[in-house]
């Protein structure tokens, strides 16, 4: 099964949206800001795992609907 081009895209996004978080918290003065940045860092990483399993459960589907069994 191929990638959809707009997972691609949009995972990518999102992964530099997660690095803008990290470097928000590298350079963060306040705990709102540590926060923030945290959150977006790991919103990012949790997204793009979805994205992942998502890509692979459909590629598993593929796979059993042509071998002909429910799995």
Known sequence: ?????????????VAVLGLLGLLLIARAWDDEM????????GFAVMFDFGLLRRHYDRRDAAL???????E
């Not at 099964?1 to 996004?13: W, Y």
């Not at 540590?34 to 860092?41: E, N, P, Q």
């Open 34 to 41: 540590y926060l923030f940045g945290m959150v977006l860092a």
């Open 64 to 70: 059993a609907a042509r071998r002909g069994g429910h």
């Open 1 to 13: 099964m191929d990638l959809e081009p707009s997972d691609v895209i949009v995972g990518l996004m």
